[in-house]
């Protein structure tokens, strides 16, 4: 349960500093800049309190408000250090998109859902506040470009389900199935991967 | 209620084939167009269950996204044969916007609420899944190009409540206030309508 | 009690004229115009209503249903007068947005919420419906075109709570901080105002 907390809270952090890179990118003003961060940091979580009807998480915790808020500030101040690392805002989102998959998840299971359920869920929570985010910056939505980024959510959703019928401990199946996320989305971008066509070649022309 | 359940598997299908068609149009990969099936099927009861209150359908009851699944398999598969078919895309999404209306107006009665209200929630579970599907797929909503779509949910929505003041039996209101649906929308296609403008010739200017 | 759900209805018959001109702008047809009509007045008020998990107010409630109606009438057949009033879709919207913020303040102290979520609550409820207002109308969301908007809401918002702690009577306490978002937003509109940028010279190029 403390682990949970911890990758939620993490997921929370590179999403928010994925929020602000897009907002800089687009020259957004200090307000803009924090609503992309929010909506980027906490979109997907919020859909899926929704969908689930439980309590929306970070209205009730202010944990997630004063992460964001400071991962904000954070982020504004060291941009042009962290634009130095290249590719960083693709490093953050995917490390996103890893912690809220299983976040998604596991509070799937916890509210009784089937697996099939769940799957969804995870894959809601990491890619939602993406695809906000984008459309509110005027992109196309990550997720909608020919790429492998929510299959690779539903892979490691479906690695934690497989594991978890094995004796593995909880903690290692999130370990394993966290890496399956991270690693299918980086090896998609760095061998530029992407799904088998269902199109022949005249349905193309 | 079992007739009920059946005309909401119908409209699901319906629904989840005209999703198909469209992303197909749009050359989208497996995952694409599986998305865009999911959204244009249960897009508009999800709203209709949030605003409700009530637990979101197809998160509790797995026979959607099972009936989702295999619509998608089967049109990808014969979606040649779909094609002779002119105006099929056309066709199925009329069939789910009849079913949808019908399914929502009888939950917005079973949760208790006024004959207006229960308009508005038969028409927002017919049409905000295309609206959706159409939004993903970079066309401009059906509903507001200038044709006569959610007005032919209203009248439907409507002649229901009409006819529950009579001594008709449900199942006939069904299938009548159904027809009234189907048969205006095909009407408005066929005719090219549209609704009276209220604009006066020099403003048009 | 009753000066809050004055305030509200004000704040419906201002959105819904906003829509209206919005709509009437576009030159959509009469079903397009009813449609931002309410989606002006209750989108905000919906999202706050979800988050918060409490019954939608629109939904039990037919007086603002009424109210969208009529104002909706009014306004299109009152159009000409009214756009004798310049900037008077402006003076609608700032009249909207002040009413709702206090509103969405108000319910979010009622159901509990720490004051920083009642605060975004409050802009929430003034800010979204005007959002999908301007979206569904294919122009740039007026929230993000670079102006004080948000930011008006956020401080009337504050100075309520700041007032919450001193003695002043609270119908006092609304109609200040009301007043500081009115004057705020107009005083930014006249003299175009903005926020101050975070960005160098070198990185605007």
């Known amino acids: ?13 590179a999403f928010a500093i994925s929020g602000v890179l897009t907002a800089i990118n687009k020259r957004l003003d200090p307000f803009g800049i924090l609503i992309i961060a929010f909506v980027a940091a906490i979109g997907g979580g919020t859909l899926r309190d929704i969908l689930i009807g439980a309590n929306v998480a970070w209205m009730r915790d202010l944990t997630y408000v004063y992460v964001i808020f400071g991962s904000t500030i954070f982020t504004v101040v060291f941009r042009k250090r962290l634009e130095y690392i ?9 490390i996103g998109i890893t912690f ?5 998840v596991e509070k799937g299971i916890a509210a009784g859902f ?12 990491a ?53 399956v996320i991270f690693i299918v989305r ?17 349905e193309l022309e």
Chains 1, 2, 3 share one sequence.
């Open 127 to 179: 890619c939602f506040g993406g695809v906000i985010r984008d459309i509110l910056c005027n992109e196309i939505p990550i997720i909608f470009r020919k790429e492998i980024y929510a299959t690779a959510c539903i892979l490691g959703a479906s690695a934690y389900f497989l594991l978890l019928n094995t004796t593995i401990p909880l903690d290692f199946i999130v370990i394993i199935s966290g890496s």
């Open 114 to 125: 089937e697996p099939i359920i769940c799957i969804a869920l995870g894959t809601i929570t």
């Open 100 to 104: 809220y998959t299983i976040v998604g």
């Open 1 to 13: 349960m403390k682990l949970i907390l911890l990758i939620d809270i993490l997921g929370t952090i």
């Open 86 to 94: 290249r590719r960083s805002l693709l490093l953050f989102d995917t």
């Open 186 to 202: 980086l090896l998609a971008v760095y061998f530029n991967l992407s799904l088998p066509t269902i199109y022949r070649k005249d």
